[in-house]
């Protein structure tokens, strides 16, 4: 079997109907109880338990951001091919070449036989062995310092860099990316400069920028263009020598910083819903930057109503925004009070990011009842919390999001920075959190459920997950070539990635339980979910 792209056993484009139906995805399906016990004959070590999670697909990785998922040795790598220098003592690459007879200055070339000052820029560059020291004290603020430091290599290899990502999450088995990246961003912010906001005048702001967007959105779209022709370059898409990660379904989030003043805040926002409405590749918006930033916290209840602004002028476009990554000591309390729900009910945001803070919110409980009445996800990025404030284990609010009802789903955030990818983060969850094998591949389909892509979902309920009616009696495989499910996958791009996972997910399960030396019964209760309920 291939280790990334899975061919079901059944018969692929057959396509049956009523109790013949049901019998045969019956007596096909793994049993649910069965694929349980074999996790947990599976798991007894660690170890094991990285391997056994890694080959498990994961439907998606909703919280990336392009420029913290590449590992500092890439980076160092392509600053040697482009013949840049690097500052040790800054641990920082820089712009251009060594001068002669610069002291305290190495040629990143020469870092191969330099392992010891190599290394030092790998630890500087991301969180690999971070200690504090005097100068360097917290894990929040080396974690944020690592962007500064690399942006000189990163200027000119977007395409490399997304083909690291999507090469990251085929080997994670991950069918869907979402990435966060701000093409323009320099000139977007600027049209704040030239038209100034004045107080809360939005329409006014949106009327002075208006004409000079579709230029930017042309702009924005050709460096996107040249970043996945490159990608594809790099991973021969396309060609027999296809990398895995030509199979990876990538769209994007434009992210905006929030650490500006307003008046080039607006103009981000605002160039982010154009984008969006432009180019169906991205598919929200985000606002981005450390939230306790002074600015950002001045600014977070005017940034929600740029939002919200935007929103009832164009509520097709989707928000998710970081919110609520705040612990206490970071900010004054009153700080922790009310972020997560700004986001949720003045910007009208569909997804959260982190959410940490949520039990330090007034009324934790209603707001999270309200979140999952919306069906407002959270994207828990559990190691990224850890090491930059803190929080973890019993700590952290992922059990009482799920004990609420709120949907979830795991992922990344910077997985080059804080060096690790999502397997990484099912694996933490599942020891942390004693997390069953069901509960693992429900946050493994809620990442496809509460993705931004297009389309109706091949569910029709998600506790517990039940397929619509069309495509429940059909075998997991190969789309059906004709029938009510056919038709309903064709209409869709989520549901078929929702089809493609629940078919990897079945060939998963049996191949666990036959490692377990366990048995399927067709009698047990059907596996993912097909039948009604």
């Not at 990554?325 to 009070?337: D, F, M, Q, S």
């Not at 949720?344 to 982190?354: C, D, K, L, T, W």
């Not at 952290?396 to 983060?425: C, K, Q």
């Amino acid at each position: 079997m291939s280790r990334f792209f899975i061919v079901s056993g059944l018969a692929a484009g057959l396509l049956v109907s009523g109790a013949a139906a049901a019998a045969a995805a019956a007596a096909a399906a793994p049993s649910s109880d069965a694929a349980s016990r074999a996790f947990v004959l599976l798991d007894r070590d660690p170890a094991r338990l990285e391997e056994l999670l890694r080959a498990m697909p994961k439907g998606a990785d909703l919280h990336n951001h392009l420029a913290g998922a590449i590992y500092a040795e890439n980076m160092l790598d392509w600053a040697a091919q482009d013949g840049l220098c690097v500052s040790p003592a800054q641990g920082r690459i820089l712009k251009g070449a060594c001068a002669p007879g610069d002291t305290g200055r190495v040629r990143a070339a020469e870092l191969a036989g330099k392992p010891d000052v190599r290394a030092d820029m790998i630890d500087a560059l991301s969180m690999r062995d971070f200690v504090p020291t005097a100068s360097d004290r917290s894990g929040h603020d080396h974690f944020f310092a690592t962007f500064g430091r690399f942006t000189a290599v990163q200027a000119t290899h977007g395409g490399d860099m997304l083909a690291e990502a999507v090469t990251h999450a085929a080997g994670d088995h991950v069918l869907y990316l979402e990435l966060m990246i701000s093409p323009q961003l320099g000139p977007v912010a600027g049209l704040g400069v030239r038209h100034p906001l004045q107080g809360e005048a939005f329409a006014e702001a949106d009327r002075a920028i208006v004409a000079e967007l579709p230029a930017l959105v042309g702009a924005a779209q050709q460096e996107v263009d040249a970043m996945e022709a490159r990608m594809r370059a790099v991973l021969h898409c396309g060609t027999a020598q296809a990398a895995p990660g030509c199979g990876v379904a990538v769209r994007y989030l434009y992210q905006t910083i929030r650490t500006m003043p307003p008046a080039m805040v607006f103009p981000q926002l605002d160039f982010g819903y154009a984008l969006v409405k432009a180019d169906p590749r991205f598919v929200g918006v985000n606002i981005v930057a450390p939230e306790d930033d002074a600015v950002a916290m001045r600014d977070y209840g005017l940034h929600m109503r740029m939002f919200g602004w935007l929103a009832a002028r164009d509520p097709g476009v989707k928000l998710s925004l970081h919110a609520g990554e705040l612990a206490p000591g970071l900010v004054p309390p009153e700080g922790l009070r009310d972020h997560i729900r700004q986001a949720v009910e003045i910007a009208g945001a569909r997804r959260i990011g982190h959410g940490v803070d949520i039990l330090h919110e007034d009324d934790p409980d209603g707001l999270m009842a309200e979140m999952a009445r919306r069906r407002v996800m959270v994207e828990i990025n559990l190691t990224s919390n850890d090491v930059i404030l803190g929080i973890a284990g019993a700590g952290h609010p992922f059990n009482a999001y799920r004990a609420a009802g709120v949907p979830v789903a795991l992922s990344t955030d910077d997985e080059g920075v804080s060096r690790i990818d999502l397997t990484h983060e099912y694996a933490r969850a599942a020891t942390v959190y004693a997390l069953d094998y069901a509960a693992l591949r429900d946050l493994s389909r809620s990442g496809l459920e509460y993705a931004f892509v297009p389309g109706d979902s091949l569910w029709r309920g998600v506790t517990p997950f039940r397929m619509v009616a069309a495509c429940a009696p059909v075998p997991a495989g190969a789309v059906p070539e004709a029938g009510a499910c056919h038709d309903f996958l064709a209409t869709s791009e989520k549901a078929r990635l929702q089809w493609t996972l629940e078919a990897r997910l079945h060939d998963f399960e049996t191949t666990m339980i036959r490692a377990a030396g366990l048995g399927a019964s067709p009698t047990a209760a059907r596996a993912k979910g097909h039948g009604p309920a």
